[in-house]
């Protein structure tokens, strides 16, 4: 299927690029060759020196002339190329925004415990602290990554997913599924005016003496909070049915951890623009495999049965 990833790619690559002209002198090296070299560098696992050596490339892809490696860093780091793996970003996830339900959660990307990079920093993981960064995803109901992004490992989920909540389009009757950890009143805010609403387990709920809720706390809470509150007072076992679709996120990570190599970044990405951008990737040939392996899935769909 490697064939097929790195040819969907390619289009998506050209497509944008066409779109995206530079103004003034034409470049040596195109965008689509600088942007096809990142992509490479990142699938097999290489750094940017790496890419800038014929001896790592292949049948699948091999450019006829290659930059230095201080040329390729330099267009790698300019602000146009994560303009480009934005766009890329969109137009192979783009239809993934108006899906009526999605899905939040983060992962951690962690570094080693002893790594001198200023950006990392240590926070809470499962079983522990670690140090590091998270990406923060919000995923649809195709299991298509929409939007997303990087923070250091200390930033509050709830702070980051409000962030990402006005990123969202409006969509009529939405509903954004997540772990008790994204329950908060100014999150239930954010998302009202693209009419989406938060589903998730409420916090604090031992503390709340019968179930019933103080009703200066009902007031200060706001109105979409107080939706969520109702909804596990009268339909607990409905919400909480609705509630184990969230595990598609867990099955998202899984895969981007173990099939793309993104479980942490690697040695030579530190620093929070370097582990965006490498993230930024990750993302893109993840969703790309997604897209492969639907139109696979349509082709088999389609072939006669043989008895």
Known sequence: MDRE???TLK???KRICGRLKPKGRKPTFSNQQIALMYFWSVWQGGCLGWACEKVHYGDLFRPRKLPSSSQFRRRVNEEAFQKLLQAIHMDLAGAGF????KYLDGKPLLVGPVSKDPDATNGHITGGFGKGYKLHAMVDE???IVIWSVMPLNVAEQSVAIELAMQLPLTPNALV?????YDSSPLHKALAPTDHRLL???KGQKRVKDGVHHPVTLRQMGAERREAVEVWKNHSHLAEFVLKARNNIE???SVISMALNGGSPPPWVRRLSRVRRWAGAIIILYNVRLKVQEQLAKLELGKPHVA
């Open 5 to 7: 990833i790195w040819t």
């Open 11 to 13: 289009l998506s690559v």
């Open 98 to 101: 108006s899906s009526p339900v």
């Open 142 to 144: 195709n299991r298509r």
């Open 177 to 181: 599924l997540a772990d008790s950890n």
């Open 200 to 202: 998730s387990p409420l």
């Open 251 to 253: 099955s998202v990570f």
